[in-house]
Nanobody, 121 residues
Framework: QVQLVESGGGLVQAGGSLRLSCAAS????????MGWYRQAPGNQRELVAT???????DYADSVKGRFTISRDNAKNTVYLQMNTLKPEDTAAYYC???????????????WGQGTQVTVSS
């Protein structure tokens, strides 16, 4: 069984910063891509940022230049540094791990339970 546990969400004023972390645990041999999505009330879940195992990254246009995604492959952990936060960044943020090779089980995709980020104006 693979679990993703997020941490680091909270309440921050506009212009502030937060750092999200997501640690994957279980009988993991390797993880292909890791990333972050977010979902605000009434909206669809949207991509925020992804990072491949080799380090290549992709960002939503709305967060480019403000957010930075990184990962520690040895710890199966992905981070999201969020700077210059805006009220429109308010959402539940979900961690994802794709192409997870689980010992004796093959490959699968997994999601975390979400962590709330609220940015006040």
């Amino acid at each position: 069984q693979v679990q993703l546990v997020e941490s680091g969400g909270g309440l921050v004023q506009a212009g502030g910063s937060l750092r999200l972390s997501c640690a994957a645990s279980g009988s993991i041999f390797s993880i292909n891509a890791m990333g972050w999505y977010r979902q605000a009330p009434g909206n669809q879940r949207e991509l925020v940022a992804t990072i491949a195992r080799g380090g290549s990254t992709d960002y939503a246009d709305s967060v480019k230049g403000r957010f930075t995604i990184s990962r520690d492959n040895a710890k199966n952990t992905v981070y999201l540094q969020m700077n210059t936060l805006k009220p429109e960044d308010t959402a539940a943020y979900y961690c994802t791990a794709k192409g997870v090779r689980v010992l004796s089980k093959g490959f699968g995709d997994y999601w975390g339970q979400g962590t709330q980020v609220t940015v006040s104006s």
